[in-house]
């Protein structure tokens, strides 16, 4: 894996209306991020936090989406930074913030492959559209976003789209899914493991799987782990809980497979909420995940 690190605070609350999440990344990095990365010998470049506007108070009249001017100018700015991460020859990892970043995230990133992968590591699909949404919230959106489904202010960050396949997809740990979503991912033929496949075919068999069909398939690949994948016992400091998600352990797995598989070329932790969470609990669950990203070993 690549030894410098470029770390990217994106202080995003706008795509979603629970406010709080926009002190994510400064909880990620009182949770001892760089210290934690530092120790496994990566070079380590905190370029701070992308500058995030205010809440719209009068919304879109010609759409249901909740801050779409904002959410849209701060996806340009992260996607230009990511972008000129990978020119520098550094990893980026994008601290949220709200999931809607991840609309950013991919526009940067996927300038850089003719076939990214993602792993979508999450208790939602994030594959809503306005048309589909029940509540308006970005943060719902970016998978199909990064797709080159819904507004257009949207899917054409950075200046073009789509910017991944729906065949590159994996999403891990879904338990909540609207129905427009669960339309999509039929439509497109979106790998799912939802919680139902985790427990039947046991998480090292999910990975195995999702590494074995990326490797051969992608030329780079993107995790996105919203820590509401997590159950909520877990993490708990997230917008939308969802009970009965993906225990701590089996997350140290994954991350602890996927850095044998030795493929990740950008990652983002997303939904640290402080405000909701017990005594910065769900930051250093972040922390500790990132750890086992990057190659932490017990011995």
């Known amino acids: ?55 719209e108070r009068v919304q879109n009249a010609e759409t249901n989406l909740k801050n779409l001017k904002s959410v849209a100018e701060g996806s340009e700015k992260l996607a230009a930074t990511v972008d000129q991460a990978i020119k520098d020859g550094a990893f980026p990892l994008v601290l949220g913030g709200d999931h809607s970043i991840a609309i950013g995230t991919l526009a940067g990133v996927g300038k850089h492959y003719k076939n990214l992968g993602v792993i979508w590591y999450d208790a939602h699909g994030d594959l809503n559209t306005a048309e589909t949404s029940p509540s308006g919230n970005i943060h719902g959106m ?22 991944v396949k729906p065949e590159n997809i994996i999403i891990i740990g ?45 030329d780079g690949v993107h995790l996105s782990l919203d820590l509401d994948g997590l159950d909520p016992h877990d993490a708990p400091g997230v917008g939308t809980p969802v009970i009965g998600g993906i225990s701590y352990r089996e997350s140290h797995l994954a991350m602890e497979m996927l850095a044998e598989a030795d493929f990740i070329t950008s990652a983002e932790f997303v939904e640290v909420n402080p405000i909701l969470d017990e005594k910065n609990k769900t930051a250093q669950v972040a922390v500790a995940l990132m750890g086992s990203l990057f190659g932490e070993k017990l011995k």
């Not at 979603?16 to 470049?45: K, N």
């Not at 970016?142 to 960050?157: D, R, W």
């Not at 339309?183 to 046991?202: C, F, S």
Request: proline content about 4%.
């Open 142 to 163: 970016p998978l199909a976003a990064s797709l080159g489904l819904g507004h257009p202010a949207l899917t054409e960050i950075a200046g073009y789209s789509p910017k």
């Open 174 to 218: 879904a338990r909540s899914l609207d129905d427009g979503e669960k339309e999509l991912i039929r439509e497109k033929g979106i790998k799912v493991y939802t919680m139902h496949e985790i427990d039947r075919l046991g998480m090292t068999r999910v990975m195995e799987e999702t590494i074995s069909f990326l490797k051969e398939n992608t």
């Open 1 to 55: 894996m690549n030894k410098k690190i470029s770390l990217i605070g994106v202080p995003m609350d706008l795509g979603q209306t629970r406010r709080g999440v926009d002190m994510g990344p400064s909880a990620i990095r009182y949770a001892g991020v760089v210290e934690r990365l530092e120790e496994l010998h990566f070079d380590i470049e905190d370029l701070g936090d992308i500058e995030i506007g205010r809440a």
